[in-house]
């Protein structure tokens, strides 16, 4: 799996009830071929990341989609395909 693009926005809490800060990710990855998650129109992955006050950051929930068919695939990321979002995640959100 490799990620070929992505875009990121601040979630805002008006009502500060959420600690901390959230952030959602819609991420397009490049899948292959012999992989279960493979679509020809390409799989994006929605992905909530949050960041407590003390600056530790995890990954709180994520969705598969499959961007031909628009619509959400019910199956999970390996634990080092997580690994990789979220330490992905965390880089783009120090570099804002």
């Given at each position: ?5 992505f875009?990121?926005?601040e979630?805002k809490?008006?009502t500060n ?5 959230r ?12 992989d279960e998650?493979?679509?020809?129109a390409?799989i994006?992955i929605?992905?909530?990341i949050?960041?407590?006050?003390e600056?530790?950051?995890k990954?709180?929930?994520?969705f ?9 695939l019910?199956f ?5 395909e ?5 330490e992905?995640c965390?880089e783009?959100?120090v570099?804002?």
């Open positions: 799996m490799e990620i070929t693009q875009s990121v926005e979630i809490d008006p009830i959420i600690e901390g800060k952030f959602e990710f819609l991420i397009d990855v490049e899948v292959d071929e012999e998650l493979y679509s020809e390409g994006e929605r992905v909530l949050g960041q407590n006050e600056g530790e950051t990954l709180l929930n994520y598969i989609m499959d961007k031909g068919e628009n619509k959400y019910d999970g990321l390996e634990d080092e997580e690994s990789m979002i979220l992905f965390k783009q959100i570099n804002e």
